[in-house]
Every structure is written in C-alpha cells, then in structure tokens.
C-alpha cells in the first residue's frame, strides 16, 4: 500500500492531499505521539486496515482499550494511535483515543462509540458514534444508528474499559 515512514509537516500535507483522493489505505494510519512518525496498519499492527483492525483485533480483545496504543518501532515510545482527516473546509487531523462497540450482530452491523482528540484541541476530547457493515468502512464516515438498549450498553462499556465510573 506505499506507505512511506516519514515524518514531519510535509508528510503530514501529503497525507492530507492523499486522504482526500479517497484512497481508503490512506484515509486511516498511525502516528507517535513521541516522535511524530506515521504507518499504516500492516506496519503498526500487522493488520490490513481499520475494519480488518476493528473485527479481528478490537472486538475479539473485547473492546480492550490497550490494544489501541501501540510501540511506535521508530523511537520505541508507546505511543502510536490510529489517525485520520477529518473532513472540513479546513481538514482537521484526529487521534483516536477510545472506542468501543456492541456486536457485530447476525447481519454484520457493529455500532461503536469513539472518542477522539483533534489537533485543534490538544486537551480536549469528543465523542461520535459510527459503524462497521462487515469489512466496509462506509460507516466509519457516517453516524451510526443506535437502540435504546445498544446506546446503554455503549456506554456501560466505555465506563468499564476506560475505567471512568461518571460518564456521560
Ligand atoms: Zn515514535
């Protein structure tokens, strides 16, 4: 998939300019929070892309939230975190800092709450709901759509695998 391992504002602009081509392998990577190097997800985790990271890493972990900060093999800090754009008129880079999910169910449908941190607010976080359909990631751009009894278990879940008892 060509992802290069170099780091700095020009990678970052060319990541920008390739996200926004619509090229799924690059519309998701990682980045160190240390030295600011960026990988894709074979590199980083050994896994195809995010839907591959999500199914078979993350939910077979049961939502474990360690699985989402990995060692960064450039300067060893742990400190690599899924990245992506976020779409504005103005792109906005996002580091993903939770998520969890309740299922898949029988037809492949798998709600999630994410909590994020974009660059803009370094302190700050924010939360949005999104879904995977099998492997498609269509549903990772689109707002997931939740029952009473999924959005409790939502966030029961994250109160437990974050560790954070008042919430929301
Ligand atoms: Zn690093």
Request: proline share 5%.
């Amino acid at each position: 998939m060509g992802v290069d391992h170099g780091a700095g504002r020009d990678h970052t602009r060319k990541a920008s300019a390739m996200a926004k081509t619509g090229l799924s392998s690059r519309s998701w990577w990682w980045r160190c929070d240390g030295c600011d190097s960026e990988v894709g997800f074979q590199a980083a985790v050994g896994s195809r892309g995010v839907a591959h990271f999500i199914l078979d890493t993350l939910t077979p972990s049961d939502w474990n939230q360690s699985t989402l900060v990995v060692d960064c093999q450039r300067c060893g800090a742990h400190k690599l975190r899924i990245r992506y754009e976020f779409p504005r008129a103005s792109p906005e880079f996002v580091t993903v800092l939770h998520i969890v999910g309740v299922g898949p169910d029988p037809t492949g449908y798998l709600p999630m709450l994410w909590e994020t941190r974009f660059d803009s607010d370094p302190e700050g976080s924010v939360f949005d709901f999104k879904y995977l359909n099998g492997r498609s990631t269509l549903g990772l751009t689109k707002p997931a759509v939740v029952s009473q009894d999924q959005l409790r278990r939502l966030l029961r879940l994250y109160r437990e695998r974050t560790g954070v008892a008042q919430f929301p």
